[in-house]
Structures are given as C-alpha cells and as structure tokens.
Nanobody
Framework: QVQLVESGGGLVQAGGSLRLSCAAS????????MGWFRQAPGKEREFVAA????????HYSDSVKGRFTISRNNAMKTGYLQMSSLKPEDTAVYYC????????????????WGQGTQVTVSS
C-alpha cells in the first residue's frame, strides 16, 4: 500500500509557473511509475506525465510537452511536476498516481492515487 499526498496547487496568472509535489508514504518499487493526471470539471481524467521511479525515463502528453517537467527525489520519496508557461486550459485538479503495471497513460492502470490539488490559471 502506498499513500500519496499532493501539494503545491493554487491560483496563477497565464504564463506563470507552479510546482506540484507528491509525497509517498514509502518508496515505490524500482519498476513502478509515478504519473500525473488532471481532471477538469465535466471531463475525464487526462494523462499529463509519467516517470519511472528508479530511472529517468519520462513521458509527456503532447499538450504539456516542453512546458511541464516531471521529476522525483528517491531519498525524499517525492515526485514533482514543474509547470511553466501555464495556460487557462491547464486549469484542473491534478492527481498523482503510482502504477505497478509499467508505463501507462490510462488512469485505470494506476494502483494508488492522491487526493488531488487544484490548479487554476487565470487569463
């Protein structure tokens, strides 16, 4: 069992930056992936980015590539999502998840989820 707690959300103007954190209760196994998803009102949960816990393999959705950076600190058992050049369409609740099933951009493939953190980008 892994508990996840996100933090770092807030209100920011378009073009601004935020860094989200995802603290894990224990280190995921080396083969696990940590992913970030987001969900806007009335929409499905959407893949944003993922990283393998023990390596630097990173993957991004086309909508955030070049603007967002996913990383993790193994010693701190924490993952991060650095978001830059934010746009109003980035407004959503952001969730971190951990998958034991390998790299996936499908929310149902993730075993554990945090409670989410709200990101609001004003125009």
């Amino acid at each position: 069992q892994v508990q996840l707690v996100e933090s770092g959300g807030g209100l920011v103007q378009a073009g601004g930056s935020l860094r989200l954190s995802c603290a894990a209760s224990r280190s995921p196994l080396s083969t696990y992936y940590m992913g970030w998803f987001r969900q806007a009102p009335g929409k499905e949960r959407e893949f944003v980015a993922a990283i393998r816990w023990s390596a630097s393999n990173t993957h991004y959705s086309d909508s955030v590539k070049g603007r967002f950076t996913i990383s993790r600190n193994n010693a701190m058992k924490t993952g991060y999502l650095q978001m830059s050049s934010l746009k109003p369409e980035d407004t959503a609740v952001y969730y971190c998840g951990v998958s034991s099933k390998g790299l996936s951009n499908v929310a149902t493939e993730y075993d554990y989820w945090g409670q989410g953190t709200q990101v609001t980008v004003s125009s």
